[in-house]
């Protein structure tokens, strides 16, 4: 398998069209045609990551958090972030970032935060904005069954539980063949006027260029009509963080024992504590103070997040418990997850998980 062979199946998996506009994610360096010997798998990439790598013959490194955020303007070696570049291409290493991609995926870093407490019913806390597109197209009501069919095989009409999603309503279409066309319907010259069926499917943006191309091979017309529009729906499947119920309600001395075993956290930073007993949880991976606002919303009894500052605990007023265990805490999960779903696509070459601990911070 090649490089860019590799990076299809990983952006199937997790998508990069869902990523932070601010962020750096896909292929920080390597060749997109370079054959892959070993994938290894890592919360960061630091200098140890690359020796690690080189090690156990892996040159490929599949990376949540990208080495290369800014752009970089020298390689002098006079950073950490410029000696891993250069001695990831001295040894011919390829590094992908994925990053805010996994960060909102359904399957991501908050979702495995969740997995792990143990939360049931849970859902995404910070639904996606703009992750939905809508097409609508008219064809011949004989043809309209196929197309249809074809459309939802390529993933359209999936919202939520529910799939084969569409909306139909019988029209008339009118058109006219000029002497250069080859129209399926009609004759040449004449105008013509058929009985069409007006199809709109709604379908995840990162699609976009399948669906367009079932479109253009099931629909009987030489110039297809269709219309595509960007939505400002929420995409319940797509976003930030997580929310879900514990089995049954713990006292927060209790579930302040089961984050720290669950999580390994040197120690937890918390606001006042008002409640006896705590039930419906909030978490998201990494620096999470932007999502206060929503588990309030959302009636969170405690919301598990890390990065907060002194200010942000105010935030809480009383409304819930915002707990703070850690950044790599947070997230030290989520190269568990990639090597678990990475390993269940790809069967030829090994995908290891890294065993250096990359946390940059200590607790006495």
Known sequence: MITQELIKIIEEIVPPDYAEDFDNVGLLV???KREVTGVLVTLDTLEATIEEAVRLHCNFILSFHPIIFNGLKKLTNSTYVERVVRQAIKNDIQIYAIHTALDNSSIGVSMKMAEVLGLKQTKILIPKKGGLKKLTTYVPLAHSEKLRTALFEAGAGKLGNYDS?????????????????NPFLGIKGELHHEGENCLSVVFERHLETD?????????????????????????????LGAIGELESGLTPEKFFKLV????????????????????KVAVLGGSGSFGISNAIKEQADVYLTADLKYHDFFRAEDKLLLADIGHYESEQFTKNLLVDLLSKKITNFAIILSKINTNPINYF
Do not use: M, W
């Open 30 to 32: 390597g060749d997109p």
């Open 165 to 181: 999603c569409s909306f139909n309503f019988e029209g008339l279409g009118t058109y006219r063949a000029n002497e250069k066309a």
């Open 211 to 239: 669906i367009l191309k079932s479109l253009r091979a099931n629909h009987p017309y030489e110039e297809v009509a269709y219309e595509i529009v960007s939505l400002d729906n929420t995409h319940q499947g797509l976003g």
């Open 260 to 279: 720290k075993e669950r999580f390994g956290t040197g120690t937890i930073r918390h606001s006042a504590v008002h409640k006896d007993l705590l039930k």
